[in-house]
DNA sequence: GGTGACGATGTAAACGATTACAAAAATGAG
DNA sequence: CTCATTTTTGTAATCGTTTACATCGTCACC
């Protein structure tokens, strides 16, 4: 086809006010001297073209400095190469390290992850669910214990599970649905049996908020432990809590309120456990001389507590890891673990010591 | 063209393996029996079509689950509603409640959020600056103090700044970018300020990173207090230190050994200030009889350390909700403020006291 | 009743890639 | 050298929206 001749003043090589719109891939085709298909071939699949062409398109692509467009490359192949990461609270330190392990394994292969901050709210869960159903992401990483956008508003039909998902820490009760998790139950018994081996023979309970299926586990474990120890269970022992570190300060009230006051104590978190052993010197007991404690998790901060807390190390990055794969691996069309479960390791600070035994660190 | 005959005992109300291909705008078009600028105009700008269209539109996209697709959309609008966050480390607790506040704003926009987690790695780095140059963001967020994706490499062009840009926290030395930050220097002048007026003659510093924007700021702010309290700046008081944990602990070290010990310490980060009052407690002083601590953010650990930490309050979900409100702003075409600067808070705890005082709550 | 303005709607052309299919070129066997 | 086969390339359809432009009524005003 022949174009207008341009104005004599207008030389080809440097347009001057042109606003720089971004090269396409027919630019980068015409450079080339060769047709889109072969453009696009040469860079998804290299392989495919011949070395002479491959090598023509890769120095069109450096001349222009050509990027795919990715909204065009996604709606023709119906591929985002973006994942959904469903998580209940950004701000909570617990997640941000899995998040990195996410972070860590998607990128390697080349995929961007995007943030959802339930935040306890149901129009973000929609909004969250609807990222699923509209191509925005191929799969999606739900941290979060429950299935998103479960709205069947209407007469509509029963959201279809339209990408594959994975669970990360909570189980998620559908079935097909990989889980990732670690053995809560087993965890919790450690726990248990390491206080009851020092010689603790009372030994109190910090729960997680009712209902929830970590904790189902974690009690569980608990009792377990008991069990194993040959320690009665004592109800009484047994104090709610919900995470939080204002919780376990409550518990410590809890506690000193009994006539028998436990030797130890185990809680369901780590902040719980730094509640209380804030909760506890308040009320002029000190860890671990007056009680041993142990938590959950180990945060970052369970190093760095006064006392440092003895707790159950969860690998979190870890854990982001293997979800992420597992991901990628139902993406792939590969054949996927339906269960995988992380180890947990008991780490020994200074938040417990042997029953009777005398301190050994002289306090001031 | 003709299809071999169903099977008689497959009627064409409810195809059954048909695996629920998701609904099209066309399909609400002819459902609702207009065409399908209708159904765009009618759910992207209601206004603009007669109540009447409008309505049998709605119907139709509530009876299919109509949900648009997003690729598409975003091809033919050049716009994907959806931001990059860029920061240095994911698992750094400081960013989690800024990466809040910024989600908080961009979803009420209807944003989503994508996270670019640097992690020191130039690879990441060119993949993040790619999302901007390929229409997979409309904006984004820098929380790592540079520009992302610098690389011109060959003959390329000065890669062009795709998209608006906003820096929190830390500056970007570059023309036309937003900034959003606290005072740095005024915030560190108030605490080295509060720690004279208690009455402390030699006043320490621990530092940030060497060449790091913030920490030249707050370097200056505590030179401001000395002088402004008609103290002498003496050098040996200034320990190096790099934001973490063991850099604190570390400082303790080299403050102890020095012949005149200071009463107060300043330090950059709450974290070096909690492993400050750990290195001293292992070398027998207590802080704060011993010395008076001061952090710098007040991370979740700072209330919950103990003893409590006096520190510098950042507004840090404030500080994301801003910087993504300016963003909104650059993207709707809105005159967007070049600068916004957010209060600090000296908040008073535990780990401080007059000098020579005697301690108030009696220990042991 | 004619005319202009306005609002609601429809038609069809983008947006920028990937990819099915067909054609052409290269390769190898006989 | 011919023919079958394989590799490489090109043409054009396609993904599912949005939106410029054209069209068609409707209404008010003269």
Same mark, same amino acid.
Not at 110 to 133: C, H, Q, T, V, W
Not at 149 to 160: I, L, N
Not at 224 to 238: I, K, N
Not at 290 to 319: C, K, N, W, Y
């Given at each position: 086809?022949?174009?207008?001749?341009?104005?004599?003043?207008?030389?080809?090589?440097?347009?001057?006010?042109?606003?720089?719109?971004?090269?396409?891939?027919?630019?980068?085709?015409?450079?080339?001297?060769?047709?889109?298909?072969?453009?696009?071939?040469?860079?998804?699949?290299?392989?495919?073209?011949?070395?002479?062409?491959?090598?023509?398109?890769?120095?069109?692509?450096?001349?222009?400095?050509?990027?795919?467009?990715?909204?065009?490359?996604?709606?023709?192949?119906?591929?985002?190469?973006?994942?959904?990461?469903?998580?209940?609270?950004?701000?909570?330190?617990?997640?941000?390290?899995?998040?990195?392990?996410?972070?860590?394994?998607?990128?390697?292969?080349?995929?961007?992850?995007?943030?959802?901050? !339930?935040?306890?709210? =149901?129009?973000?869960?929609?909004?969250?669910?609807?990222? $699923? &159903?509209? #191509? /925005? *992401?191929? @799969?999606?990483?739900?941290?979060?214990?429950?299935?998103?956008?479960?709205?069947?508003?209407?007469?509509?039909?029963?959201?279809?599970?339209?990408?594959?998902?994975?669970?990360?820490?909570?189980?998620?009760?559908?079935?097909?649905?990989?889980?990732?998790?670690?053995?809560?139950?087993?965890?919790?018994?450690?726990?248990?049996?390491?206080?009851?081996?020092?010689?603790?023979?009372?030994?109190?309970?910090?729960?997680?908020?009712?209902?929830?299926?970590?904790?189902?586990?974690?009690?569980?474990?608990?009792?377990?432990?008991?069990?194993?120890?040959?320690?009665?269970?004592?109800?009484?022992?047994?104090?709610?809590?919900?995470?939080?570190?204002?919780?376990?300060?409550?518990?410590?009230?809890?506690?000193?309120? !009994?006539?028998?006051? =436990?030797?130890?104590?185990?809680?369901?978190?780590?902040? $719980? &456990?730094? #509640? /209380? *052993?804030? @909760?506890?010197?308040?009320?002029?007991?000190?860890?671990?001389?007056?009680?041993?404690?142990?938590?959950?998790?180990?945060?970052?901060?369970?190093?760095?507590?006064?006392?440092?807390?003895?707790?159950?190390?969860?690998?979190?990055?870890?854990?982001?890891?293997?979800?992420?794969?597992?991901?990628?691996?139902?993406?792939?069309?590969?054949?996927?673990?339906?269960?995988?479960?992380?180890?947990?390791?008991?780490?020994?600070?200074?938040?417990?010591?042997?029953?009777?035994?005398?301190?050994?660190?002289?306090?001031?």
């Amino acid at each position: 086809m022949s174009r207008p001749p341009l104005p004599s003043e207008s030389p080809p090589s440097a347009p001057p006010e042109q606003p720089q719109r971004a090269a396409r891939i027919e630019d980068v085709a015409r450079i080339a001297g060769v047709s889109t298909a072969t453009v696009s071939r040469a860079l998804s699949d290299p392989e495919r073209v011949s070395p002479k062409a491959r090598a023509r398109v890769m120095e069109a692509v450096a001349q222009v400095g050509y990027l795919p467009n990715q909204a065009a490359r996604s709606l023709r192949s119906q591929k985002s190469r973006m994942v959904l990461v469903v998580l209940p609270d950004l701000s909570n330190v617990f997640f941000s390290r899995i998040l990195q392990g996410i972070e860590d394994v998607l990128f390697e292969a080349g995929y961007g992850m995007i943030i959802g901050n !339930l935040d306890g709210s =149901p129009e973000k869960e929609a909004r969250f669910a609807a990222f $699923m &159903a509209t #191509g /925005l *992401v191929d @799969g999606a990483i739900l941290l979060n214990g429950h299935l998103v956008g479960q709205t069947r508003d209407g007469q509509g039909s029963p959201a279809p599970l339209s990408v594959p998902l994975v669970a990360l820490c909570e189980a998620i009760p559908h079935a097909g649905i990989p889980q990732i998790e670690i053995d809560n139950r087993g965890a919790a018994r450690a726990a248990t049996l390491y206080l009851a081996r020092q010689g603790h023979g009372r030994i109190a309970y910090v729960t997680g908020p009712a209902g929830n299926s970590l904790e189902r586990e974690r009690f569980a474990g608990y009792r377990d432990g008991l069990e194993q120890s040959g320690l009665p269970f004592d109800a009484e022992l047994v104090v709610p809590g919900d995470y939080t570190l204002a919780s376990g300060a409550a518990a410590a009230e809890a506690l000193l309120r !009994l006539k028998r006051r =436990p030797g130890a104590v185990f809680c369901s978190s780590d902040e $719980m &456990a730094i #509640g /209380l *052993v804030g @909760g506890l010197a308040a009320e002029g007991i000190e860890v671990p001389d007056g009680m041993s404690v142990v938590g959950f998790d180990d945060i970052e901060f369970a190093a760095m507590a006064r006392p440092s807390l003895t707790t159950i190390h969860q690998p979190r990055r870890e854990l982001g890891r293997t979800g992420a794969r597992v991901l990628l691996d139902l993406l792939a069309g590969r054949r996927a673990p339906a269960h995988v479960r992380l180890e947990t390791k008991l780490v020994e600070r200074l938040s417990t010591r042997p029953a009777g035994g005398r301190s050994v660190t002289g306090s001031g």
